[in-house]
């Protein structure tokens, strides 16, 4: 009962986390009590790994409902499967986020050309504010980080397409990712679920983009024995 009062708290309080003494001090408080990981400001460049979010579109799309119609990405014209959800520098435990307030510049064409693995101009840009920004690199350096990371992790050929409703288990997806990728083990990444569809995969990856433990991120997979995947919108 005390850890949901102090999330809400910790929301209410969020924005004022950028000012000093006593915002702070609070904001630092109800972090720690109310079991938030995420701690804001930070500096660029400190931190220890990466995690690589790839989300699983299909079920992005069925949340939005009535409203998909308007999401880039939810198009039938062009079926999404695995999709960048972020790549997020780490701290051993927790994530610093918003490093750079405000966020330095981020040209028009680097959003366009990120369209591709982040189907969202607005994902595209919330991810360099949030996430970006910690990276201690240039948003050129950074999208390039982005790309090269998708590029390390192989989705497997069963991922790619999918036409029907499918259910699986966490175990399911982990070992797909685990043969697809040599050097992939099970203390490397995560699978997470909503109340019943698969919804990420996360890989823990190095500052070098070599695949690497991260045992705070394993640790918070998902618990479900059975979840379901639904279709990509549009495939045929």
């Known amino acids: ?13 969020s924005g004022e986390c950028r000012l000093p003494a006593l915002a702070l ?4 408080l109800l972090l720690s009590l109310s079991g938030a990981r995420a701690q804001p400001g930070g500096t660029p460049g400190q931190f220890d790994f ?12 069925e949340d939005k ?34 490093c750079q307030v405000p966020a ?3 040209s028009n064409s680097l959003v366009r050309s990120m369209l591709d693995v982040m189907p969202s101009r607005g994902l595209v840009i919330h991810e360099w504010k949030t996430h970006g920004t910690c990276s201690g ?32 288990s966490p175990a399911d997806v982990e070992k797909a990712f685990l043969a697809a ?8 990444m995560a699978v997470e679920c909503d109340r019943r ?17 991260c045992p705070d991120v394993d640790r918070r997979a998902c618990r479900l024995d059975r979840m379901v995947m639904p279709p990509m919108r549009g495939a045929q």
């Open 1 to 13: 009962m005390v850890r949901p009062i102090l999330r809400r708290l910790f929301r209410a309080f």
């Open 25 to 28: 001090a609070v904001c630092g």
């Open 50 to 61: 990466y995690v690589l979010s790839l989300s699983w579109s299909p079920t992005y799309c």
């Open 65 to 98: 409902g009535d409203r998909a119609a308007r999401e880039p990405q939810c198009s039938v014209e062009r079926p999404y499967a695995f999709v960048v959800h972020g790549l997020w520098p780490q701290y051993e435990r927790g994530f610093p986020r918003s």
């Open 104 to 106: 330095p510049y981020i």
């Open 137 to 168: 690199l240039a948003a050129e350096g950074y999208f390039a980080q982005v790309r090269a990371a998708r590029d390390k992790v192989t989705v497997p050929e069963e991922f790619k397409r999918l036409y029907y409703y499918r259910t699986v």
């Open 181 to 188: 990728n040599p050097g992939l083990t099970p203390d490397m």
């Open 197 to 213: 569809r698969l919804k990420e995969v996360r890989v823990c990856l190095s500052r070098d983009l070599s695949f690497r433990a």
